[in-house]
């Protein structure tokens, strides 16, 4: 049964879907000896599908994690140009099998390549949407001013081969070893475009002198020396999977969104928005409501003829107030006498010297 050739590269472990099509874009994809493009189909029982000169295999296949010290002058790719005779990381690996290299290095850079037949997480430490870190080391010409330092962790404007123009993601600087000839430099990005830490450097006024990759995440490259290699273990793995502590120093440099306003258009500080105008005689507030025990809003008279007008209803008369002679007064009451108090006191009957209460008679 025939299926999209992406489709069948992603069963064989080969990374996600996105990561094929872009293999395949490559022209590094055949189909029976045949380049091919995206968009074709193919049968994997009966159809020889070759990557990169290796035919696919669709067997169980044990994780491998390669972690090599590229050398100078060694190509990253795993099928180097026919006619450039340089070697390829794959070739200083005996391995068999199809192995990915994660964290790719130009020919004049070294440093830490990890090669791994685990799509599944090339796609996730090299795609920029997972923001992965890798640290270098880089000696610049120059001692570079802290003006144009703050510059590169902000992120500069670079112009692509095509003639986009990209400004570069935020990133992590740090002077390691200053000097007015060679300055070391720690520089962890989370992005890693053709050549763009030697194009930064350059349209900043210092190249580069030397460009040494030194880990993958928290993965350091150790003691390997160029050209040595060896395999990762689990600890090691999580190591090439976390990314490292300046992380979230990079994060907290990128620009925020900022909210657009509910019109549409930004509006000047001070200035408020203005109302319709209001009608000549109209109140400035509208009439509140009445608290509860004040009876309903009075509304304003409205202006109408004589004929019209009601006769008014009379009036219950007021209670009289307090000063009023026609309203009898309370009588007034008998003044306390307080010997009368005294005398009620002195009848109860005294208690004995032992300053106990007499005893009360039980009640019938």
């Known amino acids: 049964m025939q299926e999209r050739l992406q489709k069948i590269m992603a069963r064989a472990n080969l990374g996600s879907r996105r990561a094929c099509e872009e293999i395949i874009e490559q022209r590094r994809v055949r189909v029976n000896g045949v380049i091919a493009q995206l968009g074709d189909k193919a049968d994997p029982q009966t159809d020889v599908i070759e990557v990169d000169g290796h035919r696919l295999s669709f067997k169980e296949q044990r994780k491998i994690y390669i972690a090599l010290h590229k050398p100078i002058n060694v190509l990253t790719t795993n099928l180097g140009n026919r006619q450039d005779k340089r070697p390829t990381v794959r070739s200083l690996v005996p391995i068999e099998g199809h192995l990915f290299s994660i964290g ?9 390549v990890v090669l791994t037949n685990d799509g599944e997480l090339v796609q996730r430490l090299t795609h920029p949407k997972f923001k992965h870190t890798k640290t270098y080391k880089v000696y610049v010409h120059g001692l570079p001013p802290l003006e144009v330092l703050e510059r590169w962790r902000e992120g500069i404007t670079l ?13 992590s600087v740090e002077i390691v070893k200053g000097d007015r000839e060679i300055t070391t430099l720690r520089v962890v990005m989370t992005e890693g475009r053709k050549r763009q830490i030697r194009r930064i450097a350059a349209a900043l ?13 928290k993965l350091e490259i150790g003691t390997l020396r160029p050209g040595e290699w060896r395999e990762l273990d689990a600890r090691d793995v999580q190591a090439l999977s976390t990314p490292s502590d300046e992380l979230r120093t990079i994060l907290e440099r990128r620009p925020r969104r900022a909210r657009p306003a509910h019109s ?8 408020r928005s203005r109302r319709a105008p ?17 009876g ?8 109408v003829s004589d004929s019209d007008k009601r006769p008014a209803k009379p009036r219950r008369p007021r209670p009289a107030a307090s000063g009023d002679s026609s309203r009898p007064e309370r009588p007034k009451r008998a003044p306390r006498n307080p010997a009368a108090g005294k005398a009620r006191r002195s009848d109860k009957p005294a208690r004995p010297a032992s300053g106990k209460p007499p005893r009360r008679k039980p009640r019938p």
């Open 104 to 112: 790719r290095l130009d020919a004049e850079s070294e440093g830490l």
């Open 159 to 171: 112009q692509d081969e095509d003639g986009t123009s990209y400004k570069t993601a935020p990133c």
């Open 205 to 217: 006024g210092h190249p580069v002198h030397r460009l040494l990759r030194t880990q993958i995440g």
């Open 264 to 271: 549409g258009e930004t509006r000047a500080e001070g200035d």
């Open 278 to 294: 209001r009608e000549a005689g109209a109140s400035e507030r509208p009439a509140r409501k009445p608290l509860r025990g004040q």
């Open 296 to 303: 309903k809003a009075r509304r304003a008279p409205a202006d």
